[in-house]
């Protein structure tokens, strides 16, 4: 690995491993916000919603504009911004001003996100490509298992800290990015897709927000069914309109590659498992089995230390073999895993009735997430490298809102059985549909 794809890979993980942990980082910090700032439970919801609303929303878009004008620009734009509003958080005198700040947030993180794989793409290819998204996606997914640790050791200071403290990773991240190459020149005659954009952002904006509020008011309620309605419709326009916008930011050649298309069907069945299977999981803990919140945390770190060390190795082996078997295994697996974590009673054992469960489903996600990403990415051309990791990120996103929003008071062991079966489905899926690319000389 050269010096150049060192920093590319060290300013695309710093990056998005921030915007990727305030998901989960707020929410043991909630109790103590409420005590600080007051406000209801609705004020608490949208702390953490208002974040996933404008991140969800706006990561398409974001995509797009990262391939218009440059990777490393709005990489360092988001950087900047995710920042500023970090510490508007920090420093925020209410609630209200909490909510529309964690909204600021939302905007930055979707700058990064897709930003920041695109830079990966543009430096990396072949397996070297492979091995960095495992790399990647080892760091960022364990954000997730970090935040609730993070954010619980943090309130013991106070619970602004748990904002605040994202200004030294940002500015880690502004010095190696600045020693990134340069951008190539924007393309002539190239202008922002404004109509697309427009009824992108609204449309999954409607959708998220009829998905986030669902759960308390039901779905007949015309503060979900109107928005959600309201968000499907405009999706729809957005996509007639990208078939024949000029300067469209929507690919549709990009869905012509089978492992695109696949792999994002397959991410939705993943991902939907994934995301309502580890609320669950943490919500039982803490609730059922009485653990604290960093408790609970510590009891999935299992998973964490599996992707760190093995999903590299999995993005490896899948550029070096093909990722149709690691994604076809990996999320049954995974979903073994899950199976066996819902068989888990009301006063469980660590040892005996958790640990196994943990293992299996690290070990199964390790093998999934990196070849995953590697195979939709793969062939994706240069110019809509931001585009690309964009969408599959969106898929993501908004599967996991449906799942999460689907299993609401749920069973333990039903939920969790649910969740297994949409991770074999996921297997299923990519067996069936993901075709591993020609290996030289054969």
Same mark, same amino acid.
């Given at each position: ?115 920041? %794989? ?85 449309? %999954? ?17 015309? %503060? ?49 498992? %994934? ?168």
């Amino acid at each position: 690995m050269t010096g150049v794809e060192r920093r590319v890979l060290l300013a695309a993980i710093l990056g998005s491993f921030v915007a990727f942990l305030d998901m989960s980082v707020v929410n043991v910090a909630l109790p103590a916000i409420r005590r600080s700032l007051g406000g209801g439970i609705a004020a608490q919801q949208w702390i953490v919603d208002a974040y996933l609303l404008s991140l969800s929303a706006l990561i398409l878009i974001a995509g797009s504009v990262s391939d218009l004008f440059g990777r490393k620009r709005v990489f360092v734009v988001g950087l900047l911004g995710f920042g500023v509003t970090s510490l508007l958080c920090a420093f925020a005198p209410g609630t209200t001003f909490l909510i529309l700040a964690r909204g600021l947030q939302g905007v930055a993180g979707a700058l990064l996100v897709p930003s920041s %794989l695109a830079l990966i793409l543009s430096a990396f290819t072949g397996d070297a490509q492979a091995r960095a998204i495992g790399i990647w996606t080892a760091w960022t997914g364990i954000s997730f298992i970090v935040g609730p640790m993070l954010g619980g050791a943090l309130v013991g200071l106070s619970w602004r800290w748990v904002f605040a403290i994202n200004a030294a990773p940002i500015a880690a991240t502004l010095l190696v990015a600045a020693r990134l190459p340069q951008d190539p020149g924007r393309a002539a005659g190239r202008r922002v897709d404004v109509r697309g954009a427009v009824l992108c952002a609204v449309g %999954l904006g409607g959708l998220t927000f009829g998905l986030i509020e669902q759960p308390g008011a039901g779905w007949g309620a015309p %503060l979900v069914f109107v928005p959600f309605a309201a968000g499907a419709l405009l999706l729809a326009c957005f996509l007639l309109w990208e078939r024949a916008a000029p300067d469209a930011m929507l690919d549709f050649a990009l869905f012509r590659q089978r492992n695109f298309a696949v792999g994002n069907v397959a991410t939705v069945a993943i991902y939907a498992g %994934l995301s309502a299977a580890t609320f669950m999981l943490t919500i039982c803990l803490q609730q059922v089995a009485g653990y604290p919140a960093l408790a609970a945390a510590l009891a999935l770190l299992p998973v964490t230390l599996l992707m760190f060390f093995l999903s590299p190795r999995f993005g490896r082996l899948a550029g070096r073999h093909g990722p149709r078997r690691f994604m076809s295994g990996g999320p049954i697996v995974a979903g073994l895993g899950l199976w066996l974590l819902g068989r888990m009673g009301t006063h469980p054992d660590y040892a005996r009735d958790i640990l196994p469960g943990v293992l299996t489903f690290g070990l199964g996600l390790s093998a999934t997430v990196a070849p995953l990403t590697a195979a939709i990415l793969a062939g994706v051309d240069q110019r809509h490298a931001g585009v690309g990791s964009a969408i599959n990120n969106a898929v993501a996103r908004v599967a996991g809102l449906l799942s999460v929003a689907a299993v609401g008071a749920r069973p333990f062991g039903l939920a969790m059985s649910a969740m297994a079966a949409l991770l074999w489905a996921g297997g299923l899926i990519s067996a069936v549909g993901i075709k591993d690319p020609p290996r030289p000389g054969s």
